[in-house]
Structures are given as structure tokens and as C-alpha cells.
């Protein structure tokens, strides 16, 4: 015997004035959360590069900024402690 849609059942049961109350919006619910930084270890920026070097970094898949970060730092000035 087939069920009318929308008629509760024991995996679908109806919500109670409780469950309303408790209940959150959908992308609130479902959002994932970082977390507090203990010390943040980079800092937001804005940077102009040309758009076939973005291009060609993020050609190159998930991570690309990752990729482009170790790049930067790699060549990067070294500055000598002074004695």
C-alpha cells in the first residue's frame, strides 16, 4: 500500500513547536567552521599579477595558491641578520 506524500512516519516524524524552535536555516546549519587561529600564520593581501600567470596557476588544480605562496617564497629576498 502505497503512503500519501507528506504523512509522517517513524523516520519522518512531525516536527513539534520544539523542534521548530530549535531547528536553524539550512546554510547556517550545514556551514563548516575553521576555527580559531592560535597566531595566524599568513596574511590577507591584494596582489596584481598578470592574468596568464593566474591562469597558468590555477590551470594547475586545487592548491594553486599554496603552490603560488611556496613559489613567491622560494624566490623571495633574503635579508641578512645584522651582527
Known amino acids: ?12 516524524p512531525e516536527w513539534t513547536p520544539q523542534d521548530f524552535a530549535a531547528s536553524k536555516p539550512g546554510a547556517e546549519a550545514f556551514r563548516r567552521y575553521r576555527g580559531t587561529q592560535r597566531a595566524p600564520r599568513k596574511q590577507m593581501i591584494s596582489l596584481r599579477v598578470d592574468p596568464t600567470v593566474l591562469e597558468a596557476y590555477k590551470v594547475s588544480g586545487k592548491g594553486w595558491q599554496g ?3 611556496q ?3 622560494l ?9
Open 71 to 73: 613559489t613567491l617564497a
Open 1 to 12: 500500500m502505497a503512503r500519501k506524500y507528506g504523512v509522517p512516519d517513524a523516520d519522518n
Open 75 to 83: 624566490h623571495a629576498p633574503r635579508r641578512r641578520r645584522a651582527t
Open 67 to 69: 603552490r603560488m605562496n
